[in-house]
């Protein structure tokens, strides 16, 4: 977890190779969705243009759906997701109906001045709608407001780590990988 522009697509791609399981990101089955332009494109497409975030119940049918897939069942790494309290109680549902337990969760700390600057580069490179000043400013405060919470709740659990997320890629990907080994030993 963390917030936009926190280097989690990146280190989620790194670290699910690592261990050789799937990455799952919420935002990748939402960028496929729009590029088709599917139903589920357009909706997602509605919301992400105004630098909202995309209804739980639709999000949470996505990562039901997608967990139950096989190259799941022997371990997985989610990548944006949770997001709120209301999602992490899915999510727990969906793990206790499937007879499996999370075993970790990380957070990538970056500095909001250096979140700022990955987010404007990324949309001018990639041209994203979404990574507008103002989108930008709105998603990060609901991150804030929302998902930065969800660290004292898997902190009370036991399965949380605090990582540094700014530095070079294959230094974090390292510090990642060992808060893993140290919560799942």
Known sequence: MGPQGSGKGTQAVRVAEALGIPAISTGDIFRANIKGDTELGRLA???????????????NSMVRDR?????????????????????VAELDAILEGSGTALDGVVELDVAE?????RLSRRAELEGRAD??????????????????????????????????????????????LHAVRQLTD
């Open 67 to 87: 967990l139950a897939q096989e190259d799941a069942t022997g371990g997985f790494l989610l990548d944006g997701y949770p997001r709120n309290a209301a999602q």
């Open 45 to 59: 497409r509605s919301y992400t243009d105004r630098g909202e975030l995309v209804p739980d119940e639709v999000t």
């Open 113 to 117: 001045d250096e979140l700022l600057e």
């Open 131 to 176: 990574d507008t000043p103002d989108a930008i400013r709105r998603r990060l405060a609901v991150y804030h407001e929302q998902t930065a919470p969800l660290a004292d709740a898997y902190a009370a659990r036991g399965i949380h780590a605090r990582v540094a997320g700014a530095g070079e890629v294959e230094a974090i990907t390292a510090a990642v």
